[in-house]
């Protein structure tokens, strides 16, 4: 019989190998971070050494190598890393995981990840990501979420649901869906401080087609059967179309980057 545990597995693990079939689109699509997010992010290391784990096509690398840190990306999809590859040819980038960072003990001053963490089986990951960070190095998950405080967001919300705009991407439930991410499942040895958590403004110039493809490539959506993801598609743009704000030309999508920092113990 399977247990609960092993059902969250599974399901982590179908969403989190779903990326590669959309990495064009994902390299296309989604957002960058809020440069405000990642100097906040970096704010306590000790070096700009830094990590990011879980790479994908290299959002979060891109806004790394032009703050001036030294950046390694490792992102175990094939798919997703060869686009990180062609995108940022000077970034040393690797495959690996979270559960198995190809890099020596104490070989950078921050761990970063963008949109990733929530991914990592931080039972295996947190001793990993503490093996390879310097003594008082920092680890931070990053997050861009949708600002359902605008009304027309959260009515998006509402008619997406949850496989397109889901708790964790929301700035009225981030905190608490991401206020323990850095912590072992099975209550295990604690590799890391108390957490800190904050939010920066920001937004992405979209038109109602390509917010449409940005949702596209959401884990949720990747995972569904066709005939349901394209259904859901269609409902988000009738109701892209039906709103003044969004039905013409290009608008600016309201968003945040979140934030959770802890360091090293």
């Known amino acids: 019989m399977v247990t609960e545990q092993e059902r969250r597995q599974d399901e982590r693990l179908l969403h989190s190998s779903s990326f590669g079939a959309a990495a064009v689109a994902y390299d296309e699509h989604r957002p960058d971070y809020a440069q405000d997010a990642v100097r906040w992010a970096l704010g306590h290391a000790p070096g700009l050494r830094v990590l990011d784990l879980g790479a994908g096509t290299g959002k979060l690398t891109a806004s790394l190598v032009a703050w001036g840190a030294d950046v390694v990306a490792v992102e175990p999809d094939a798919a997703m890393l060869a686009e990180l590859r062609r995108a940022l040819p000077d970034v040393r980038a690797l495959a690996g995981s979270a559960e198995a960072i190809p890099l020596p003990d104490g070989s950078v001053d921050a761990v970063l990840s963008g949109n990733a963490m929530h991914w990592f089986d931080m039972d295996v990951a947190g001793a990993e990501i503490a093996r390879v960070l310097a003594p008082g190095g920092v680890l931070a998950g990053l997050w861009n979420v949708f600002d359902d405080r605008v009304d027309w967001v ?3 919300a509402r008619v997406g ?14 905190r608490t869906e991401t206020a323990d991410m850095h912590l072992p499942k099975a209550g295990g040895a604690a590799w890391f401080g108390s957490p800190e958590q904050d939010e920066f403004p920001h937004g992405q110039r979209r038109t109602a087609d390509s917010l449409v493809a ?3 490539t959401k884990a949720g ?10 259904a859901a598609l269609g409902r988000m743009r009738a109701y892209l179309a039906s709103r003044p704000e ?14 959770l920092r802890v360091r090293r113990l």
Do not use: H, K
Request: proline share 9%; net charge negative; charged share 20%.
């Open 154 to 156: 959260d009515g998006l």
């Open 161 to 174: 649901g949850s496989a397109a705009i889901g708790p964790r991407d929301v700035p009225t439930s981030w």
């Open 214 to 216: 940005t949702l596209a």
């Open 221 to 230: 959506m990747l995972v569904m059967p066709e005939q349901e993801r394209e």
């Open 246 to 259: 969004t039905a013409e030309g290009v608008f600016t999508l309201p968003m945040l980057t979140c934030g």
